[in-house]
């Protein structure tokens, strides 16, 4: 059964800089497309950037794009996101979710969810 752990998450202030984790256990996660998630308080979940099973293909969040970067290391068996330029919109809980259905943000297809590490950006 695979299982992800996320974390990296923490207080930064507007401008800085985080990279997130996400270590898979119980499968190889090279049989997995990975995708970051994110939740603010009183919102719903949403995609942020998604990468292929082999990393060759990726997609971000049209807020995102430019600043975070999503790449993965399947010998390692763990998926990264690092996040530049942070601003206060980006705080929230960030999950990686993985999915063998396809590649696309669409949180339905995603299967197996990390707990969620805890992005709060603020001065």
């Known amino acids: 059964q695979l299982r992800l752990v996320e974390s990296g998450g923490g207080l930064v202030q507007p401008g800085g800089s985080l990279t997130l984790s996400c270590a898979a256990s119980g499968i190889s996660l090279s049989y997995y497309a990975i995708g970051w998630f994110r939740q603010a308080p009183g919102k719903e979940r949403e995609g942020v950037s998604r990468?292929?099973?082999?990393?060759?293909?990726?997609d971000y969040l049209e807020s995102v794009k430019g600043r975070f970067t999503i790449w993965r290391d399947n010998g390692g068996n763990t998926a990264y996101l690092r996040m530049n330029s942070l601003k206060p919109e980006d705080t929230g809980v960030y999950y990686c979710?993985?999915?063998?259905?396809?590649?696309?943000?669409?949180?339905?297809?995603?299967?197996?969810w990390g707990q969620g590490t805890k992005v709060t950006v603020s001065s």
């Open positions: 979710a993985a999915t063998s259905d396809g590649d696309s943000l669409t949180t339905a297809l995603y299967t197996t």
């Open positions: 990468i292929s099973t082999l990393g060759d293909s990726t």
